[in-house]
């Protein structure tokens, strides 16, 4: 009750704000390009694992379409193997407390904050595709859709899926079919020892941690001088 205005934008207090949303859905410097980026950077290293080459924030990919084609659609760009497209990973995070989609009904349909930043990251990727014209784009593009509760989007948990697959052909040719994370010297947790459950844990974790870290450090900004402890000296 004691907070009176954002301490990072400004805005008055309201009930979002009394209740700890304001900071994931409304203000503007709730370090929602930081969650994004270190989300990224959780995600890349399972590409390490599967051997294949990745590289982040790739300028240029555009380049057939825009004057400077410096854009970057690739939040990981997945280096294509044996004559294959490489491939762009979009991520994007979004927070199903939103008016926007609590008006589409999220409060009792699940994930459909994720789907539509799916589709919207698909809409904007075609109508690209439309204007490179003939000569097309030499990538392909994967929209990474999450949810802040830590969730993936249905399109999204199909790319897990093949992740997964992958890794378990590495597991039978060069890991005898050994599984086990701890066995592989792997990372692992005493309740997620494979590469899906390791990895699904690891990614949920992350994205609920992460918020609720950002929120609790953006609601101290805001409360009164005097309710943090702080004294004026002399």
């Avoid at 005493?190 to 609920?208: D, E, H, M, V």
Wanted: with cysteine; hydrophobic share 35%.
């Amino acid at each position: 009750d004691t907070i009176e205005k954002c301490g990072s934008c400004g805005k008055e207090s309201d009930l979002n704000m009394l209740r700890g949303r304001h900071w994931g859905t409304v203000c503007k410097c709730g370090f929602r390009i930081d969650s994004h980026d270190k989300l990224r950077d959780q995600l890349r290293p399972m590409y390490q694992e599967i051997r294949m080459k990745t590289a982040i924030e790739v300028g240029g990919l555009y380049k057939t379409v825009t004057e400077n084609g410096q854009e970057r659609p690739a939040d990981i760009l997945v280096v294509g193997v044996d004559g294959a497209k490489n491939q762009a990973l979009d991520i994007t995070i979004r927070d199903p407390s939103c008016d926007s989609y609590v008006a589409r009904n999220s409060w009792k349909t699940p994930l459909v904050a994720a789907k539509v930043g799916h589709n919207s990251k698909i809409k904007a990727f075609e109508e690209t595709l439309v204007r490179a014209g003939a000569q097309g784009l030499n990538f392909t593009m994967t929209p990474l859709a999450f949810e802040t509760s830590g969730a993936m989007g249905k399109e999204t948990v199909k790319w897990f899926e093949s992740m997964v697959a992958q890794n378990k052909a590495i597991e039978g040719q060069d890991r005898e079919g050994i599984s086990s994370r701890m066995q592989n010297g792997l990372p692992n947790t005493w309740t997620a020892n494979s590469f899906g459950s390791y990895w699904k844990q690891r990614i949920s974790f992350f994205l609920a941690r992460d918020r609720a870290n950002k929120r609790t450090v953006l609601m101290g900004q805001s409360q009164p001088r005097t309710d943090r402890g702080w004294t004026t000296g002399g």
